[in-house]
């Protein structure tokens, strides 16, 4: 299916779209920590792949099949808040896609 850097890249993407508005300041962070190839690739697949429910599907598939430690999820968690944070704003959508996340990784 996807590397753990694909995998990464997936989830960080999927935070920034969560409320419909990726804002550059996401994107760059974004793409700051991942190679551009993996970027660029993973990017495509969220936009294609359309609904949330298929998204977080994918997410769960990945976390069900692979050894992902417990400090790989904190870290994970990590770099989830400071996408949500990159904007500095925070809004209802990405509470809820943080905590629902947070839930798939603790």
Do not use: P
């Not at 976390?63 to 430690?69: A, G, P, R, T």
């Not at 904190?74 to 839930?103: C, P, Q, W």
């Amino acid at each position: 299916m996807w590397t753990k850097e694909e995998f990464t890249t997936y989830v960080l993407l999927y935070v920034a779209h969560c409320n419909h508005i990726e804002t550059q300041e996401e994107s760059l962070y974004i793409s700051s920590k991942i190679e551009e190839a993996v970027y660029n690739k993973m990017h495509t697949e969220i936009v294609m792949d359309g609904d949330e429910e298929r998204k977080l599907s994918k997410i769960t598939e990945y976390l069900e099949d692979n050894e992902y430690s417990h400090e790989d999820k904190k870290e994970l968690l990590n770099e989830i808040k400071k996408v949500i944070f990159a904007d500095g704003t925070v809004d209802h959508l990405e509470r809820k896609v943080f905590a629902s996340l947070k839930l798939l990784l603790d």
